[in-house]
């Protein structure tokens, strides 16, 4: 089965740091992505992690421990834009194309 | 380069009739899924296209949903009869396979009344 969890809402400061967990339990595992959605707007591709480690663009970073089933975004130097909901999704192992199956999304809201 | 389209951007419909929503990928992918998001819930996997073959449709949640994608290249999903559990915003996304992420439409806002 496929199970994957993040807290449901966070609430942050403008200019301060944020870190959104994401803990996953899936048969197979073939990358993990984070995706920024608005309200009423697309999911926005932000990253995506398929060894562990780190990976840095810009303000956002993402690290993955695929011994752990554990991933975070790291969101540095928080902007009013930035209140939106956050996605974690884990690629199905099938292929390099196989579908995403997304958790239900932190809503992260930034105060001034 | 334009991103995924879907069309219509809203659609209010009476239970028991029929709605068909369009979605024209990024040219070029072959690769195109269908997602639904149902109020409070997360984003669902319906089913994913490779060129105009059905590869995974293991999240079309039953026959009143069909999806077709003639010439691999946009993509109708119908819903015929609709029910008022189909109410929802459904997402299409298009991906080329091993490179980068996948590219979300801004989905179709499905009202069953």
């Known amino acids: 089965g496929q199970n994957i969890d993040q807290p449901t809402e966070m609430t942050a400061t403008e200019g301060a740091i944020v870190q959104i967990n994401c803990t996953y339990q899936t048969s197979g595992f073939n990358g993990l992505f984070w995706y920024q959605q608005h309200a009423g707007e697309a999911p926005t591709f932000l990253s995506y992690?398929?060894?562990?480690g780190l990976e840095e663009k810009g303000r956002f970073s993402s690290f993955l421990s695929r011994s752990k089933g554990y991933s975070y975004l790291l969101l540095k130097e928080l902007q009013m834009k930035d209140s939106a909901s956050y996605l974690c999704a884990v690629r199905a192992p099938y292929s390099s194309a196989s579908k995403i199956i997304f958790g239900s999304g932190t809503r992260l809201s930034i105060r001034p | 380069e334009a991103g995924v389209t879907q069309f219509p951007s809203h659609s209010v419909i009476e239970k028991g009739q029929t709605v068909t929503l369009r979605c024209d990928p990024i040219?070029?992918?072959?690769?195109l899924y269908w997602y639904r998001r149902v109020m409070g819930k997360e984003i669902k996997f319906l089913l994913h296209f490779v060129k105009e073959s059905k590869q995974d449709e293991s999240g079309m949640p039953n026959n009143r949903f069909l999806a077709e994608r003639t010439g691999g290249t946009y993509s109708t999903l119908k819903v015929q009869p609709a029910e008022l559990e189909d109410s929802g915003v459904y997402f299409c996304?298009?991906?080329?396979?091993?490179?980068?992420?996948?590219?979300f439409g801004s989905g179709t806002r499905l009202t069953v009344v």
């Open positions: 992690n398929v060894l562990d």
């Open positions: 040219s070029g992918h072959d690769n």
């Open positions: 996304a298009s991906s080329q396979e091993g490179v980068g992420g996948y590219t």
